[in-house]
């Protein structure tokens, strides 16, 4: 089966660093995958790591260890528009479609 | 430009009736997927397609069918055997079948039972 386990919500103020973590069960694993939801919209894709390490762009990194089965996502210099929920998501060889985890909501204070 | 447009962006349905969700992307894509989401809760497979004329089950299937006779459109019919099928309706699509690296949503339909 596949299943990715996150924190259910984050609070943190503008300017901090904050770090979303996800922890996943799933067999032949092609890589960890980013995505970001404000309220009432589409998900849109923030980043993907296919091998073991940090990606950064701009603001976001991401991480992932396969061996940990673990990943996060690290957003730096906070601001109030980066208050959404967060989703990390994965597939594997047996079925090519994303499968997500529960999402976390972030919330940033001034 | 390119995109994915889902229609309509809010639909109202009697208990007991089908209704279908349109899916349209212009962006060349393989792929297409369709996801339900609930208040505060993640997304949920319901139907995805890597090629024309097929297309698999995900996680919550039972109660949606799926066609995909061009590779542009993936419409999903909500039929009256689901029981519970008020909720966010969000459709994807992706470069690659082989590799999903990035997928690309609609705006989403809301979907309210009355």
């Known amino acids: 089966g596949q299943s990715l386990e996150q924190p259910s919500e984050v609070t943190a103020v503008e300017g901090a660093i904050v770090q979303i973590n996800c922890t996943y069960q799933?067999?032949?694993?092609?890589?960890l995958s980013w995505y970001q939801q404000h309220d009432g919209g589409a998900p849109t894709f923030l980043s993907y790591n296919a091998l073991d390490g940090l990606e950064e762009t701009g603001r976001f990194s991401s991480f992932l260890s396969r061996s940990d089965s673990y990943g996060y996502l690290l957003l730096q210099e906070l601001q109030m528009k980066d208050s959404a929920s967060y989703f990390c998501a994965g597939c594997n060889t047996g079925r090519r479609a994303l499968t997500f985890g529960s999402g976390t909501r972030l919330q940033v204070q001034p | 430009d390119g995109g994915i447009t889902q229609s309509p962006k809010y639909l109202f349905r009697k208990e007991g009736q089908n209704v279908t969700l349109s899916c349209e992307q212009n962006?060349?894509?393989?792929?297409m997927y369709w996801y339900r989401q609930d208040p505060g809760q993640g997304l949920r497979l319901i139907y995805y397609s890597q090629i024309v004329n097929d297309f698999q089950k995900g996680d919550i299937a039972e109660g949606y069918s799926v066609s995909r006779e061009k590779k542009e459109s993936f419409p999903l019919t909500v039929t009256s055997a689901q029981k519970n099928p008020t909720a966010f309706y969000l459709c994807?699509?992706?470069?690659?079948?082989?590799?999903?690296?990035?997928?690309?949503f609609g705006q989403g339909t809301r979907l309210t039972v009355v």
């Open positions: 994807a699509s992706s470069i690659s079948r082989t590799e999903n690296t990035e997928a690309f």
């Open positions: 799933t067999s032949g694993f092609y890589g």
């Open positions: 962006l060349n894509h393989d792929a």
